[in-house]
């Protein structure tokens, strides 16, 4: 595997975007908290995704300063200020985090479809939020990947697939030579499934198996994705939609960011 470049430049702030994220880490108000970060999930370019969030922000005066705010952000900022927002909207009551994730669904599918990247967010947003339900038993006396279950791989593959879909680009070729070096070390046919991504419910199915394992293997998994992503990509540096997708499964399994990944983002000035 090719060793990381740590020389490559990190991503950085013009001042506009340092504007942005001065009046973003200045909120407080729930509503704001909340219009904020619904906006952050809305599709570049789709009308009816907005109208959803006006629907959905109605009645808050801020809600146009907030919506400007955001759309000042770059691809670099996007999801640590998702991250930042939902960590300070996790202590919420119950009743409120619930209606916050529904009201994400209702955006994101206001258009009549949801990206792969938008079923990430959402389910980080359930997992920060609380609202994914318990992961099952940690396997015992598993400390390598090659320890674990043929069911709990094919488990990990299937979370691979689904990723596959933005790793390390869009194209389908690039994802399955990328779904292969990654898994090959641990499955060989006829055990490694085909890259097929699972639906909805058969990626929670998947995620919920993944975030059972050891906690000392979820890195492992993580790592081997983000390494091999930047072997496949042009100057090891990710694509957009290939640095976010990594990043929010990396936040779905608890695991820290790996620093080549890191270098991708500008993280909120600390509030």
Known sequence: MTEPDHHLPRASLDAGEREASVQLG????????????????????????????????????????????????????????????????????????????????????ADGQVRPIDRLQWLAMRHRLGEGGATGATPAGAHDMADLSLHTLREAARVTAFLSRLVPTADAADGQQWYLAVLSPWLAPPHLPACVAPDADGLVNALTEVQAMPWMLR?????????????????????????????????????????????????????
């Not at 969030?53 to 996007?78: F, I, K, P």
């Open 26 to 109: 200045a909120l407080h108000n729930p509503g704001e908290l909340r219009a904020a970060l619904l906006a952050l999930l809305l599709t570049p370019g789709s009308q009816r995704e907005r109208r959803a969030w006006q629907d959905e922000t109605r009645g808050l005066s801020t809600a146009r300063h907030v919506y400007d705010a955001v759309g000042r952000l770059t691809r670099a900022s996007r999801v640590p200020w998702l991250e930042r927002l939902l960590q300070g909207l996790a202590a919420a009551p119950i009743g409120d985090r619930q209606s916050l994730v529904e009201a994400a669904r209702r955006v994101m599918s």
């Open 219 to 271: 890195p492992v998994l993580v790592r081997a994705w983000l390494m091999h992503a930047l072997a496949l990509s042009p100057s090891r540096v990710l694509a957009p939609d290939a640095a976010d997708a990594l990043r929010l499964a990396g936040l779905l399994l608890d695991c820290p960011m790996p620093p080549e990944l890191a270098r991708h983002y500008v993280e909120p000035p600390a509030g």
